[in-house]
């Protein structure tokens, strides 16, 4: 891995990723290779997960095309030096702000989406100028196998490398010292990934998860809401890292919310047959699920195919912030409704707790809107919706606090593997002389005038 790391190091100090039009070239190679596989990458992701080609596509292929286009399209305007306002000190002269990629970079991917957030850092990665060491999650070991097929066999190692393995390589790998290390995954692991980061003083971004709450309030279209909600929960069979982890429903419409919700979770009739639901990723997540179900407060589901790793959409009612099926992020088809009514009281409880990569908001109640966004901290959301804001590339996605740190998608993903160096140029026809030895009064004296005007300017 040492070597692997050094050589992909000379190729960076080459200068060969930093000409735009290889960028371009490197990213529509990718394309082509995926578009090429899509049936070897839809096989790969059956046999760990039973998810369907139309799940596979809708919710991780489409999403890595949509960012590969994105990137050839603009990349050149990302990459351009952008002039900034010179300050009255500094005159005359120009500054500007020149995108530089930091170099050799590490991504580890995740098991719940493998494709998409796995190969989309790599993407910003490769658009932004770097080259890249890709870790997949050893979980989906088939999906890990194709990726790991597709990249080596297609791209130089040198710039584009795909590191199979677990813990111990991926222990081995942190031991490297890379110039930017990306990371989606536990907060747990997410704490080591940091730690290890912190020895060489690589800077990460870390993309973690939490326990995302979604509130319905007293006057939200509730069937659609519940519509939205239900889909987005039990997308991936509850897997979602921005999956509503649990519901806060006013009570005068908890009762009706909870029918609406098990008749939609009916209709939709998720199943892996139906190409809409998806295994449990392996037997130690399945235990661990089946332990957060308190048998006194299922309203609905709860029941379970261990040796096929299927557990139905189920609901938990009368849930407390003290059950302990609130005490950790469920990631899994299990949704706990909590009742309130009071808000404030919601609210705190809310931020006494670690800050949540995302939030959802039912209301067409303008004022509860805004008293619920301006409070409430956490990575990014929506109102009237669950999920979807993940598919908006113009807004960077990313958590806070212990819901992770940085955020990518679209230009933000090329910012995460970039670093901006501000230059300042100056003629060399003219030099005040205020700074320069004997220090005089009367110079102090223009020097606070000059930046009294600069200030005011």
């Known amino acids: 891995m ?72 603009r990349v050149k ?41 796995s190969l989309a850092p790599a993407i910003a990665a490769i658009a932004a100028g770097n080259t890249v060491i890709l870790n997949p999650s ?9 990726m790991a097929k597709l990249i080596n066999e297609n791209f130089d190692p040198i710039f584009f490398k795909v590191i199979e393995g677990g813990v111990t390589e991926t222990t081995e790998l942190l031991n490297q010292k890379f110039d930017k290390i990306f990371f989606t995954g536990s907060v747990p692991v997410g704490k080591i990934i940091y730690q290890a980061a912190a020895k060489n003083l690589i800077p990460v971004t870390l993309e973690l998860g939490g326990k995302s ?10 069937n659609i809401s519940v519509k939205r909600l239900i889909w987005a929960k039990y997308l991936n069979a509850g897997q979602t890292c921005i999956a509503p982890d649990y519901v806060v429903v006013h009570e005068k419409v908890k009762e009706e919310f909870l029918k609406l919700a098990k008749k939609e979770i009916a209709q939709s009739k998720f199943m892996i047959e139906e190409d809409n639901y998806v295994q449990i990723i392996n037997d130690k997540n399945m235990q661990r699920l089946i332990a957060l179900i308190d048998e006194d407060k299922i309203y609905t589901g709860g029941e379970y195919d261990l040796e096929n790793r299927i557990m139905e959409p189920t609901i938990l009612t009368n849930v407390s912030f003290e059950d302990k099926v609130m005490q950790d992020e469920i990631f899994g088809p299990i949704l706990p409704v909590l ?34 966004l301006d409070e409430i901290s956490f990575g990014g959301g929506a109102v009237n919706d669950a999920v979807m804001h993940f598919a908006n590339s113009n807004m960077g996605f990313g958590g ?8 990518y998608h679209g230009e933000h993903g090329f910012r995460a593997f970039s670093h901006y160096k501000g230059i300042l140029e100056k003629p060399t026809w003219i030099e005040p002389n205020f700074k320069y030895h004997p220090h005089t009064k009367s110079k102090l004296k223009w020097i606070k005038r000059l930046i009294g005007w600069q200030s005011l300017a």
């Open 2 to 73: 040492e070597e692997i790391v050094e050589a992909q190091k000379q190729f960076f100090n080459s200068n060969a990723t930093k000409n735009i039009a290889f960028r371009i070239g490197q990213l529509q190679k990718l394309e082509s290779i995926l578009r090429a596989n899509e049936e070897l990458l839809n096989q790969a992701i059956y046999q760990d997960f039973k998810k369907s080609a139309f799940e596979n596509y809708t919710t991780e292929i489409s999403l890595l095309y949509h960012d590969i286009k994105e990137a050839i399209k």
């Open 77 to 117: 305007k990302w990459s351009a030096k952008k002039k900034v306002r010179t300050n009255l000190v500094n005159l005359p002269g120009k500054s500007y702000i020149i995108p530089e990629p930091l170099g050799v970079s590490l991504i580890i991917g995740a098991w719940n989406y493998p494709y998409q957030l």
């Open 138 to 146: 050893e979980l989906p070991i088939n999906t890990s196998k194709a």
């Open 213 to 222: 709450p979604a509130i319905i309030t007293a006057n939200c279209d509730l």
């Open 339 to 372: 009742e309130y009514n009071d808000l404030d009281q919601i609210i705190h409880q809310i931020k006494a707790r670690p800050k949540p990569l995302s939030c959802y908001v039912f209301t067409n109640d303008k004022k509860l809107k805004r008293k619920i």
């Open 400 to 407: 806070v606090g212990e819901s992770g740190i940085g955020s």
